[in-house]
């Protein structure tokens, strides 16, 4: 494969810098990102930024497509550090990982979990992304082969099209869906503690907040029935 050209190299690493400048604006001014303010932090003028960006709204699709990757790498290796044989230990590992991730970059994650973008629609594309956490989360519960609760009809439609839409194993190694529902479960119970915290939710109720969320966690880890 050639090596990428010198103007490509450089288009790459123009866009990188304005991505670069907008995850900073984002700290300051939240969703209310403009095209404008990241120009004038280059010294660009606002229409130069359209040859990289058709506008706001590529910018931000591109802002959380990076985010969602950079939460999901962070998890998936804290998971593969664990022994493959130590389901508790990955899914904790995998958990303390989404909290620091999002501890670390509270503005990435306001984006994502945040309140929505006025304006703004997310496009297919990020929904890969978006679900590697929740499969990680899948991947182990399935592992764990508890007891398959029972599920009520009504949800295995919807839960063949999630499974459908959403990267993972191929159709021949399909989750039970108690599996799927106690990682869907686990997932909703884990960002909405995460959320708590990144949002100052828990800031004077827990002294140790990270004592706090490891006993969830392992509540959570209880109830998906893992060893």
């Known amino acids: 494969m050639p090596a990428p050209s010198l103007r490509a190299r450089v288009r790459a690493e123009l866009v990188e810098e304005i991505k670069g400048a907008a995850r900073r604006r984002l700290a300051t001014d939240g969703p209310a990102l403009t095209l404008r303010a990241v120009a004038r ?12 960006f058709d506008g706001r709204d590529a ?40 909290r620091r991730w999002a501890l670390e970059h509270p ?14 629609t997310a496009p297919p594309d990020t929904t890969p992304p ?20 029972p599920v009520a009809p009504a ?9 459908a839409q959403a990267p993972g194993p191929p159709a021949d190694a399909r989750p039970a869906d108690s599996a799927l529902l106690a990682g869907l479960a686990a997932w909703s119970q ?14 004077e109720m827990f002294e140790d907040p ?16 893992l060893p």
Request: proline share 3%; glycine share 6%.
């Open 130 to 149: 978006a679900s590697r956490v929740v499969v990680a989360l899948i991947r182990v519960t399935a592992e764990a082969e508890a007891a398959d609760v």
């Open 59 to 98: 910018l931000l699709t591109a802002l959380i497509t990076d985010a969602y990757d950079e939460l999901g790498a962070a998890a998936e290796a804290a998971e593969a550090a664990v022994d493959p044989s130590d389901l508790r230990g990955r899914w904790m590992a995998l958990c303390r990982a989404v």
């Open 190 to 203: 884990l960002f909405g503690l995460v959320g708590f915290e990144v949002f100052g939710r828990l800031a």
């Open 41 to 52: 932090d280059l010294e660009m003028v606002p229409s130069a930024l359209y040859r990289y």
């Open 107 to 120: 503005a990435e994650y306001a984006l994502l979990y945040g309140t929505p973008v006025p304006g703004y």
């Open 155 to 163: 949800l295995h439609a919807d839960l063949d099209r999630l499974v």
């Open 210 to 225: 990270a004592a706090h969320f490891d006993h969830q966690m392992q509540t959570m880890a209880d109830l998906a029935g």
